[in-house]
């Protein structure tokens, strides 16, 4: 092996930090798996639904290496960093044809609808879960409390910038990703195996 190639496999062994830490970003989205836990109690049989959560996760995952993929593939690695969403620049090089283009507009709906969805899900799951905490009959008053605080959180963002990468790098990633993925499951498991020792037979 030549210096040269040397160089290159050290080089490469280096960035690895790198690509890493921006995998961190996309990984933490898969936290939302563990909102399955509140779902599971609506089940007559949860643990059933335990290999379906899983498969959407797995299936996610699959996508976004996918998309990745294709993202690298068409536009390339240099251009492709410096986009805000690759994925959509990516769909108006798609032509049909040689004269249906403008593909963007179908995976932005997409995107779009699914947004609104998984923010209904979360209203749903955080004024029912906290009226369960506080006792509360009617579980749909807490919406009037809820969103509210949720839409004045959503304003504090001022630019782009701030709505994506300082709020994925300084809080999703750093406080969300290991509470969520990590602390809460855990916690749930041992609350889970305590429960079932001091269970009397």
Do not use: C
Not at 72 to 95: A, R
Not at 154 to 183: C, F, K, R, S
């Amino acid at each position: 092996m030549s210096p040269r190639d040397r160089r290159s496999v050290l080089l490469t062994a280096s960035e690895i930090a790198g690509i890493l830490g921006g995998a961190l970003a996309p990984a933490s989205y898969l936290g939302h798996s563990v909102e399955y836990l509140m779902f599971a109690s609506f089940m007559s049989q949860p643990r059933k639904g335990a290999p379906y959560a899983f498969g959407a996760a797995m299936t996610a995952a699959f996508f976004v290496l996918m998309t990745t993929m294709m993202i690298i593939f068409t536009i390339g690695v240099n251009l492709s960093t410096k986009l805000w969403y690759p994925f959509f620049e990516m769909t108006k090089k798609i032509s049909l044809f040689g004269f249906i283009d403008n593909f963007d507009a179908i995976p932005v709906v997409i995107w779009i609808t699914s947004v609104f969805v998984k923010l209904s899900v979360l209203l749903f799951l955080m004024s029912y879960g906290t009226a369960q905490f506080l006792h509360v009959r009617k579980w749909r008053i807490m919406i009037w409390f809820i969103a509210p605080v949720i839409f004045v959180f959503a304003l504090i963002p001022q630019d782009v910038t701030e709505a994506t990468g300082h709020y994925l790098n300084h809080y999703w990633v750093p406080v969300v990703l290991p509470v969520n993925m990590l602390g809460l499951p855990l916690l749930l498991l041992i609350a889970g195996k305590w429960r079932q020792r001091n269970k009397p037979a």
